[in-house]
C-alpha cells in the first residue's frame, strides 16, 4: 500500500518548470530513493512534499494515507509523521544539541537523545551540551539532524542526500541508521545522485528535469543510472533536449517533450 | 529586623535562585528595597557602605586590594511596590590585584509604574577582576523603566564583563548608558540579551575606550523585538593605542511589527590597532523555522526556541 502518493505533480519556481508532471508512490515500510541527477528537481520536490515555503504553488496533489497534503502546514505534516532530514542542515545559535534533539522527541528523557547520537555514531557526553551552531561540522550537524528523526519515530522519513558531508568512516553509521529506522516501520526515501546511497534502497525512482524517467528495482535503476546519466552532460536544462541518451533505452524513457511548446 | 528579613526572602524568591544565599556567612549580600536596605553582610577585604537619599541610596563598594572573593556578591535591589522611583548612586572600587564577581538582581515583580536609575562610577585598579551580572525580575505590565547609567575604568591587565539578562516579565522600558576606558592590556566585555513584547523600548548605548596597548573590547547584544517592541542598539568603540582589539557584535531578531535599528560604530586613531563589527538584523531565519516544524514544532515555539537559543549564552 502506499502511505506516500505524488500525483502529476507540476512545479514552477521563477517562471521555470522545475518539477513536470510527476506521479510517484511510496510504499509503506520500504526504503525507496529517488535518484536524478544534480539540478533534476531532487530537493525541490523533497521541499514541496514537506510543504515548505516557497513550494505551494503547484499543480497536482500529495497525498499522506490517501488524504491530500494541500492545505497543511509543515509541523501538522511533521504530526502525521512526515519529515525531512536537509541537504544542508540548519545551525542554531545558542540552542543545545539536547534540546534540539529533544525538541522532535516523542518521550522527552535524556536516555533518549544519548541513545540515538550513540546511534549515529556521536559520543553523547561530548556533543550534548554543545551548540548546533557553526561550532559543529557540516557532517556532525548532519548526524546530529539524523538523530533528531531517529527521536521522533516518524511515518516518512525523507532524507536529502544523506552522505553529503559525512566523512567516508561514518556512511556505513549512516546505512546502518537506515535500516534500524526501516525495522521500526518508517518508510524512508533517499533523495540522492549517489549509487552508494542508491544501493541502500528496496526500490527506486529516477527523475531528470523534473520528470520521472524510470521506475524499479534498484538494481536496474542502478544500471541506468550508471549508463545513461552519469555520462550524459545535458544541464538539465528546460529548454533543451536531451542528447546523450542511448536510443535503446527509449521505451523506458519518456523522451523529452520539451516545454518550448508551454 | 524580622520583617524586613521576610521581605527579602520574598525579594528573593522572585529571582528562582536560593534564598539560603542570604545565610550564608561566606557570601556578602546587600539587599535593599526601594530606598531602604533590607539586609546586608560583608566579608573579609569588602566593605560596602549605604546612606539613603531622596528615593534611593547611596552605595559605595570598596574591594581592598589582593583580596579574592571566591563566591559572587549578591546585591538586590527591589521595588515591591506598584509605583514609586528608585534612585541608585553607586561607587565601585576595585583595590589591585582583586577579584569579585557580583550578581546583581533588579526585581520590580508587581510594577505598575517603576522608575530604577542607576548611576555607577567604577574604578577597576590593576591586575584585577570585576564582573557584574544584571538579572532582572519585571511584572507583565510593561510599567517598568530601568534606566542604568556607568562609567567605567579598567586598569592595567584588568578585566571587566557585565551582562544584562531579563528573567521574567515585561522589559517596560530599558535605557542602558554604558562607557568603559580600557588601560594597557585591559579587557573590556559587555553583554546584553534582552526580548522586547508588545511595546516595550529597548535602547542600548554602549562605549569602549581603548586607550592602552593590547586593551580588548568585545560588546554583545543580543535583542528579540516581536509584537510593537522596539530596539536600538548604538555600540561604539573607539581604539587608539597599539595592539588594540575590539569587536562589536549585534543580533536581533525582528518578528510581527517590532522595528530594530543597530548602528555599530569603530573608530580606530591608531594604524596597529583593529576593530572589527557585525549586524545581523532580521526575522527568524526561515531555515531553522521550517526545520524545527518539520519536528512536528508548531511556529510559535519554534520561533520562542530560535530566540531563547539566540539569547542563552
Ligand atoms: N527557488 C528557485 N527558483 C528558481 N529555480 C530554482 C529554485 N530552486 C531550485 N531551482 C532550480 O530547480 C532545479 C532543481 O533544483 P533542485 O531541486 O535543487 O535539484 P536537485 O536537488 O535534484 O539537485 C535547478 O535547476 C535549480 O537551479
Ligand atoms: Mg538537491
Known sequence: MSVLEVKNLSLTLDGKKILDNLSLEFWEGYIHAVVGPNGAGKSSLASTIMGLNGYHNFDGDILFKGNSLKQVSIDERAKFGLTLSWQEPARFEGLSVSDFILASAKQKNKEIAENALNTVGLEPASYLFRSVDKTLSGGERKKIELASIMVMEPVIAMMDEPDSGIDIASIEKIFEVIKILKKRGTTIILITHSLAVLDQADHAFLICRGQLQDKGSVEKISQYFKSVCEPCDHKNKPDGTIQSIDKQNSDIFQVDKGEKDE | ?313
Open chain 2, 1 to 313: 529586623m524580622n520583617n524586613d528579613y521576610a521581605t527579602a526572602r520574598d525579594l528573593y524568591q522572585q529571582t528562582d535562585s536560593d534564598a539560603d544565599v542570604l545565610t550564608d556567612p561566606e557570601i556578602a549580600h546587600l539587599i535593599v528595597n526601594h530606598d531602604k536596605v533590607l539586609g546586608m553582610h560583608g566579608v573579609p577585604g569588602l566593605n560596602i557602605k549605604t546612606e539613603q537619599i531622596e528615593q534611593g541610596l547611596n552605595i559605595e563598594i570598596d574591594l581592598e586590594s589582593q583580596h579574592k572573593i571566591n563566591k559572587p556578591v549578591h546585591l538586590c535591589f527591589g521595588m515591591l511596590p506598584e509605583r514609586g522611583t528608585q534612585r541608585i548612586e553607586m561607587k565601585v572600587n576595585i583595590g589591585d590585584n582583586s577579584s569579585i564577581a557580583i550578581l546583581a538582581h533588579c526585581v520590580f515583580p508587581r510594577a505598575i509604574k517603576v522608575k530604577h536609575i542607576m548611576n555607577a562610577e567604577i574604578l577597576i585598579g590593576e591586575n584585577a577582576v570585576y564582573s557584574y551580572q544584571e538579572k532582572h525580575v519585571h511584572s507583565d505590565s510593561g510599567g517598568v523603566e530601568v534606566i542604568p547609567k556607568a562609567k567605567i575604568v579598567v586598569g592595567k591587565n584588568s578585566r571587566f564583563s557585565t551582562e544584562f539578562v531579563l528573567l521574567k516579565g515585561r522589559v517596560g522600558i530599558i535605557d542602558v548608558d554604558y562607557a568603559a576606558e580600557g588601560l594597557e592590556y585591559s579587557v573590556i566585555d559587555m553583554n546584553a540579551r534582552i526580548s522586547g513584547l508588545q511595546d516595550d523600548v529597548i535602547k542600548i548605548n554602549e562605549q569602549a575606550y581603548l586607550n592602552g596597548e593590547h586593551s580588548t573590547a568585545v560588546l554583545t547584544s543580543k535583542i528579540a523585538v516581536r509584537d510593537r517592541a522596539r530596539a536600538q542598539i548604538n555600540n561604539k568603540i573607539v581604539a587608539s593605542a597599539p595592539y588594540a582589539r575590539g569587536h562589536v557584535d549585534c543580533k536581533e531578531i525582528v518578528q510581527d511589527q517590532g522595528v530594530a535599528n543597530a548602528v555599530p560604530i569603530v573608530e580606530v586613531a591608531h594604524p596597529k590597532a583593529h576593530v572589527t563589527h557585525e549586524a545581523a538584523i532580521g526575522s527568524v531565519d526561515n531555515k531553522q523555522l521550517e526545520t524545527l516544524m518539520s519536528r512536528g514544532i508548531s511556529e510559535d515555539e519554534a520561533v520562542e526556541m530560535i530566540i531563547q537559543g539566540l539569547l542563552s549564552k
